[in-house]
Structures are given as C-alpha cells and as structure tokens.
C-alpha cells in the first residue's frame, strides 16, 4: 500500500510541477537575432534588381529554391530545395554583400497557385486515379491527411478535396536583406495578390552562436584527450620500457592502453548469466532498428510507409516496443540476483548510500557526456535544410540538462526531455530508489518472508497499475491509428511513467530471486516440465508480438482490451523472458542458451548502455544533414540501420574508453566495495560441469 500511495503521490505531484515550469529560451542553437538585424527592404530592392539583370545569379536562386515536390501522389509534400547551394551565393557588390538565404515556407493549396515550372493540366483519368489514392488514405485515417491536393485546369486546389486544409512545404533561396514576403513578390513570382504562404523558418550561413556550453565542451573533452594521452604515455613506458612491477596505478587510471584492455576483457565468474549479454546485445539492436525507422523526419513516399507499418508484414518492427521492457525485466533481476550475492538485509540498510551511490554515478560518465555532446558539439559538426529537429533537441538540452541528471525528466518535463529515449532510464533509477522497500525483505534470510514481500509487492504494483490504466482509458498503441489524437496523452502519463511500467521490473526482481535461490546448483526438472515451460513461453512470446498488430489498426475499438493489454501485456514479456534466462543458466537452453552466450555479443552488451543514451541523437544528426526525403523502403532503411549501427558503436566505444572506464576506476577507488559472499568451490565446479554437459 505504501508503494501504491507513493507513485500516486509522485504522479500528482509531478503535474503540478510541470504545469509550472516556464520554457527556457535562453541560449537558443540558431541565432534568431541575426535574421532580424539583417533585414534592409532598401537594400533588398537593390539586391533583386542587380539579380534579376544578372541571368547567372538569378537562375542561382531559382535553382537552389522553388520547384514542385516529386511524390506528391505517394503523399509527398515537401521539397527542401537545395540548401548548401543557397547559403553557398555570395557576391560582393559595391556597397553591400549579396548572400543567400535559405527559408522554408508553407503554401496552403486551397487558394490560386501561380504557375510554376513542373504543374500540368491533370487529365479526367488522372483525377479519378489521385482520388483513389485519397479514399485508401482516408480508409487507413491518418490523422491529418498527407497526400498533395487536386489540381483543375486553373490551378486550384478543388472544394471538395480532402486536402484542402494541407501545405505544401517549399525550400526557396532569397536574399538575406529581404523578408520571404518581399523576396516572393518581387522576386520569385513578381505578385502582390492571391498567393498565400506562411514562413516556417529562415538560415543564414553561421547562425549557431558559441554558447557556454560549447566552450565547456571544448574545453571539457580537451583536458580529458590530453590527461589520456599523458596517462598513456606514462603507461606504455612503466610497461615495457622500466617494467616497474609496483606501478602507481592512479596514474593509469586514464591510460587509454589499460581502460582498452579493462573493456575488452570479458572475464566473468562461475555465478554470470551468460545468456543475459545476448538478450541485452540484441534488444539493443531491436531498439536502434525500431529507431531508424521512426526517427526520419520526411518520408517521399510516406503512404507506401502508412501502408506498410500497418501491416502484418511490419510485425517484426511495430512490435519493437516490448524491447525497452526487456530492459526493464534484467534490471529487475540484476539488482536482486547481484545483491543477494553480497548483502544481508541489515547490512543493505547500513550500505544504503553505497547501493545508490553504485548505481548513480556508474550511469553518470556516460549520460552526462550524452547530455554535453546534444547541448553543444551535435549542434556544430553538420547542418542541414531539416535542421530544426537537432536545433529543438539542443534548447531541451540547454534548458532540461538538470532535470535529466537529477533522473526526473519523465515527470518534471516530460514534453521537453533532453536525450528523450532517458526516459527509460528515469523510470529504471526511480525503481532501483524504490527496490530496497522489498529487497530488505529478500535479503532476510527467510524465503517465506522474501515471497511473501514479492509477491505482495507485485501485485499491489500490478493493481495499482491496473487501476490507473482503467481510470485513464489509454489506447493501446503508440501507433494507434483510431486514436491518433491521444497518442501524446498516452506517451506522457503511461509510457513515462513509472507506475504504468514498473510491471516488467518487479517479474524480473522475482526472477533474480528464483535465480539467487539456485546459486551454486542445479534446477532439476524433467523434460516434461521443461517442455511445457517452452512451450507456453514461445506462446507467450509470439502472443505478446503478434497482439501489437492488431491494436494500431483504423477498425480496432475496445477500450476494455487496451486496459488489460497496457497492464497485462508488459509483464507477460517479462515472464516468458524470465524463463529463457532460467532456463539457459540452469542448462535446458540448448541452441538458444548457446546461440544468446556467445562471445560476439560480450562487446555489444558492454556498450549497450552507452549505445542507448548515444545513438538518437546521432540517428536525428545524420538525419537532419540530409538534403531530400527519404524515401522509404525496408531494404534502404536496413543498409541505414547498419551505418547507425557502426555509427553508435564506434562513438560509444570512444566514450566508454575515454570516460566511463577510467571514472568507475575512481568511483570504486572512492567508494571502496563489499566483499562477495564465498562460494562453495565444489558447488561452483558441479555447476560448470552440468551446464557444459547440457551445451
């Protein structure tokens, strides 16, 4: 009861709190200064003038900006022009510089359109063919409609179009002297009335102001490549040139040599769960390819995506969603399974602060590098005509850095989150704050007072949970297409929060506890009752993934199924996972434990964390630098999947090199550590025997 009453008070809390915060603007990434002070409609007149009777320049401008955008009946209605080619013009003129700029503007398409290059009279068949299209959008009820508009003989969009409400979003290249109303009428089209648009946004080039942030970066990761690179040195030469047998091992603490060998050493002792590397390996490239396909910002065919993504094909992707509860269940099972390997209740409560100091700063290192890089250096190293979705991401960061550090994102801010996949870890560090309400009574002694304590735990968080979800009448999707209007609503109050996910945490704390139980021997079951244990979680598992399918489609309308699927479904995954684990580490995993302990995946896992608080922010750089829509395929977006997979790898082994190695070598120093309990060494030996007999 205690627990279910505090995650209610935390809720309400938190929405008041969050109704209070005020939007820092304070240090935006793009200098909105800079357009005004620019602006000279004088000057402007000027400049048109000279480009208009310069062909070359004035084909420049045309040629960086306004044309029709290709797909527009596959429901593209975007063309981002040609931005590197806009800021690129630059002529230097008398009195004055003549300098591109690029801009974005919204044209809606119910109004007169004047001619451009690349409209033509549609024919009677190919209206009756774009309204086919329109009727299969409309049946698939994408909430705003996205296909281009029906255009007649004179160029207007007709009444009776569903679109008639829609934008057509056109790049254009003006120059910077000019507002994009005055460039339009005098420039591009040379009219005054009958075009309507509305400016989305303006770029100039070097319109990132160096902020503190930046310098602090700078400066920040400097010192640390120069501390590594002296550590080093010094390393290498005490190895092998003085071979000092005592060496100051403070010293190497930032050897980049030593912190290489740490990370690649992939030792483990008698009691590891091997298994558990290639269960975290792989949910976190289910992640970074669910990722990859909805952190494209622009589709040039987004109904053939619709139309895809809703089908039973896409299973596989659209089912991605159940990974973070993986997640969710071995933090659950670690901190009981590792614990009970060291600590007894009472001396939990004495190494409390050293329980969560452990878990805080360990995270530390990479989140707040994380934070650092997104506030400043991914806002320098590229740019792009989409740039606006890194740039948004950079004020969050600017503004939310200490909500996101402090773990309370998912309820301070929720809307703002800076690095918004920490959403995840906000709920996990809120739940390890949390454990020590049930782990004190695991780790008594008694198994009936530690079952009854889970047990008791689990289903008053699974009642809460269930109770809330019922009130709060959620859909059951994040891509629910009959409810598209709550999806936010739904993203907010239950997938941030932690109430709503804690389910799949407190299966895996009574897996960890099953898993404890057994250290040091062998589970003896029989092959009938491992049998039925597979098979009703390979039943499980393919029910949870298939159960995603049918919940986002237009037709599906039950509110009483979404209540039970977002309490139930979560902690069904967790269970039937809970069993493979089982399962492999007692030897009746066969080819699966085989296949999931496998040396590949050591590396992966080691640098899952860092992959997961690293690789959005790299997937929206990549993406904001491109210059067109992507146009969307499954196989495209593989081979892409695979350059953010390297991507991530790389930039994450870096940083867990450089600075998360050497900074939990301090943290243990300072810290200091409680000694394992001592295994019985004949356990330990029977134990490898059996599980290498069943391999």
């Known amino acids: 009861m205690v627990i279910k009453l505090f995650f209610f008070l935390v809720l309400i809390l938190s929405q008041k709190v969050n109704a209070s915060l005020v939007w820092d603007a304070k240090n935006p990434a793009i200098d909105q200064v800079l357009f005004e002070e620019v602006i000279d409609p004088e000057l402007c007149d000027e400049h048109v003038n000279f480009i208009v009777q310069d062909t070359l320049l004035l084909l420049q ?3 960086a900006g306004i044309r029709i955008p290709r797909g527009i009946l596959q429901g593209n209605t975007l063309d981002l022009g040609n931005y590197h080619q806009c800021l690129g013009i630059n002529r230097q003129l008398e009195n004055s510089e003549l300098q591109g700029k690029y801009c974005l503007i919204q044209v809606p398409l119910s109004q007169q359109i ?3 290059p690349g409209w033509t009279d549609l024919e009677e068949s190919d209206l009756a063919e774009i309204n086919a299209r329109l009727e299969t959008v409309q049946d698939l009820n994408i909430g705003t409609q996205i296909v281009g508009g029906i255009f007649s003989n004179d160029s207007r969009v007709m009444p009776d179009s569903p679109l008639s409400a829609l934008s057509i979003r056109q790049g254009i290249c003006i120059p910077k002297t ?14 005054s009335l009958g075009f309507e648009f509305t400016e989305a946004f303006c770029r100039l080039p070097n319109d990132k102001p160096w902020v503190a942030a930046d310098y602090i970066a700078v400066v920040l990761l400097s010192l640390i490549g120069v501390l590594s ?7 290498v030469l005490d190895r092998f040139v003085y071979k000092n047998e005592n060496p100051k091992t403070i010293f190497r603490t930032f050897s980049i040599y030593t912190n290489g060998q740490r990370v690649m050493n992939f ?42 993504a809703w089908s039973l094909e896409a299973l596989w992707l659209s089912s991605a969603h159940i990974t973070v509860d993986t ?24 190494n409390l602060h050293l329980f969560y100091l452990n878990r805080l700063l360990r995270m530390f290192p990479v989140l707040a590098t994380g934070v650092l890089l997104e506030a400043s250096l991914f806002n320098r190293v590229s740019d792009g005509p989409d740039w606006s979705t890194v740039s948004d991401l950079v004020g969050r960061c600017r503004a939310f850095w200490w909500s996101t550090l402090l773990h309370m994102q998912n309820f301070m801010n929720p809307e703002r989150i800076c690095l918004g996949q920490t959403w995840y870890l906000a709920v996990d560090v809120q739940l390890h704050i949390l454990s020590p309400l049930v782990l004190f009574w695991v780790l008594s002694g008694s198994k009936n007072i530690a079952w009854t304590a889970l047990t008791a735990a689990f289903v008053l968080q699974l009642s809460a949970a269930t109770t809330y979800n019922f009130i709060m009448e959620f859909p059951s999707s994040l891509t629910s297409a009959s409810r598209s209007d709550e999806i936010m609503n739904y993203v907010y109050k239950y997938y941030f929060n932690t109430l709503a996910r804690a389910s799949p945490f407190m299966v ?3 897996i960890g506890y099953v898993l404890a139980s057994y250290r040091g021997t062998k589970a003896r079951l029989s092959k009938a009752v491992v049998m039925l244990n597979w098979a009703w979680a390979t039943a499980l598992f393919g029910f949870v993934i298939y159960s995603s399918y049918p919940v986002m489609q237009p037709s599906w309308s039950n509110q009483l199924l979404d209540s039970m699927y977002n309490s139930f479904i979560r902690p069904a995954w967790a269970l039937a996972l809970g069993w493979l684990v089982f399962a492999c580490a007692h030897g009746y995993g066969g080819p699966i434990n085989w296949l999931l302990s496998l040396h590949v995946w050591k590396l992966p896992a080691r640098l899952s964390y860092a992959m997961y608080i690293l690789h959005y922010g790299l997937m929206f750089l990549v993406n904001g630098s491109a210059t067109t829509p992507q146009f969307f395929s499954v196989n495209a977006l593989m081979f892409k999947f695979l350059a953010h997979l390297g991507l991530t790898l790389i930039v994450s082994f870096v940083v867990v090199l450089f600075i998360d190695a050497p900074c939990s070598v301090l943290f243990k120093k300072i810290l200091g550590g409680v000694p394992k309990k001592q295994q019985k060494p004949e356990a330990e030996s029977e134990i490898r025997k059996e599980n290498n007999k069943e391999v």
């Open 61 to 63: 401008f045309i040629d």
């Open 114 to 116: 004047p001619e451009l």
């Open 178 to 191: 000019c507002t994009t109303r005055q460039a339009v009428s005098s420039l591009l089209f040379n009219i």
């Open 229 to 235: 690179l002296f550590c080093t040195v010094y390393d």
């Open 267 to 308: 030792a483990s002792g008698p009691d590891a769960l091997h298994c558990i590397d290639g269960i975290r390996a792989l949910a976190m490239v289910w992640v970074l390819i669910g990722h990859t396909f909805t952190s494209e910002s622009h589709w040039a065919n987004p109904i053939v995506g619709f139309q895809w």
């Open 327 to 350: 997640f969710f269940m071995l933090s659950g099972l670690l901190v009981v399974y590792t614990t009970a390997g060291k600590l007894s209740g009472k001396k939990l409560l004495q």
């Open 508 to 510: 895996g704390m009574i």
